[in-house]
């Protein structure tokens, strides 16, 4: 794959890229390298700590990561609950899905335990725990899981996460994801100026290009993996002034070519990694 570093280095010489991007809606960072990238810790530092639990987010900012990515389901009733699977079963060992239990039942569950025995006794938590800590401390990428989104929209995911989001007084340092285009849609009619961004679903895409989904879901960035990110993407993208974000990358040459193709951030099991790549480039 080639990236497009000629073009972006000429626009962050020029501080086009900076002007460019502040027509979009992104949320404040309440650390910030100022260097016009966003390193964001995906699912906390969780290369050394379990995904998506306090110590993982709480790693993240002690490495002084900009943003930390969280994934959100609901409980079995209706608490948005922080945990990548649907299915219980990786990461906690139990079996049923996180639907199938009430957030006082999620509590009891080991969640740590998996990934090293230090971490045994590992809180599951909530968005609600989560903000409390990380407000004024870092930004948060909120990723709507498909499988609690419903055609609902007052009273559904979104909406609650939403609530919370104002609860905590965070609302502009949050950002909300998801491959599920329904989030988006959800969004645009609750609450159209919070930050948001697709994240890439090609079946839901269809033909359309990333410019096209953006303009079409009113969104703030594109986001993809980086097993997708094409040419013909990253240029039309930088010829649009579009942010874009990038997951999951932990290769050092991988995280410096794509920062040089013009990605506004990057996501990362190794937020110190990045930041290392980022300032040393």
Partial sequence: ?????????????????????????LPNLPHSNNDNFVVIAHRGASAYAPENTHSAFKMAI???AEMIELDLLLSKDGVPVV??????????????????????????LETGAWFDEKYTGEPFPTLEEVLAYTKGKIAVNIEIKHE???DITEGGIV?????LVYQAGVEDQVIFSSFD?????????????MPKALLYEKRQSGELTPKQLVEKYSVDAFNCSHKVLSDEWIE??????????????????????????????????????????????
């Fill in 181 to 193: 285009y329904r989030v988006m849609e959800h969004l645009n009619k609750l609450d159209p100026d």
């Fill in 83 to 108: 945990i990548h699977d649907e299915d219980l079963k990786r990461t906690t060992g139990k079996n049923g899905l996180v639907s199938d239990y009430t957030l006082a039942e999620l509590k009891k």
């Fill in 236 to 281: 039309e993208l930088n010829a649009n002034n579009i942010p874009f974000f990038i997951y999951t990358v932990n290769d050092k040459a991988l995280m410096e070519r794509i920062t040089k193709a013009g990605a506004r951030g990057i996501f990362s099991d190794y937020p110190d990694v990045l930041s290392n790549v980022v300032e040393n480039m």
């Fill in 1 to 25: 794959m080639r990236f497009y570093s000629i073009l972006i280095a000429t626009l962050f010489i020029s501080g086009t890229f900076q002007q460019a991007v502040a027509q979009y809606n």
């Fill in 148 to 150: 609690a989104v419903t």
């Fill in 62 to 64: 002690d490495m002084k």
């Fill in 159 to 163: 909406d609650k996460a939403l609530k």
